[in-house]
C-alpha cells in the first residue's frame, strides 16, 4: 500500500503497467488512502481521549461524584471508535482488492506487445523436432498407458494437468 503513496514518483511503474494495456486507478488509491489515515487518525485521537476520561472518571467516583453523563459519552466514543475499525477493515479489503487486480510489471528488457506473436525469440539451441506423425494429446497418452490418479479410496482416470499419477496396478500399495 506504500508504493501507491509514492506512484506520481514512480513512473517508470506506471509506464511498464501501461505496456500491458492497464492503468493504475492511483486517484482511487490515494482517496482509500485518505480515507484509511483519517479513520486512524480519528480512532487514535477518540482512544486518547476515552482514557483520558476513563482516569478521570475514577477519580470522580472516588469522591463519591455522579459520573453517568461522562460514561454516557465514553460508550459514544467506543462506539465510534468501533465504526471507525469497520472503516479501516473495509479499506484495507480495498485495497487488497486493487491491488490483486494489479500484474506484475515487466522487467525492462521484455518487448512491448499484445500476445505471443510479438514475443522476440532471442536465441534458438538446436533444431526443432520433425515429427512424420500428428502427435497426440498428454491425456490420451496417459489414458492408453493406464496412469491413474490415486485418491487413498479408489483409483480416478487422470484429466487435466497437474495430476500425481503412477502406474494403475500396484502404485499405491494395492
Known sequence: MIWARFAPIRTPFA?????????LPLDEFHALDRRRRAAITESEQLRAEQNAMS??????????????????????MSDRIAELAKDVETADASFREMLAGIPNVPHESVPVGRSAEDNVEVRRVGEPFAMDFAPKAHWIWVRNLGFWISTGRRKLPARGSRFTSGWARNWSGR
Open 15 to 23: 509506464s511498464r503497467i501501461a505496456t500491458r494495456g492497464l492503468t
Open 55 to 76: 482516569r478521570e472518571i475514577a477519580t470522580l467516583r472516588k469522591e463519591g461524584v455522579d459520573t453517568s453523563a461522562a460514561q454516557q459519552r465514553s460508550r459514544e
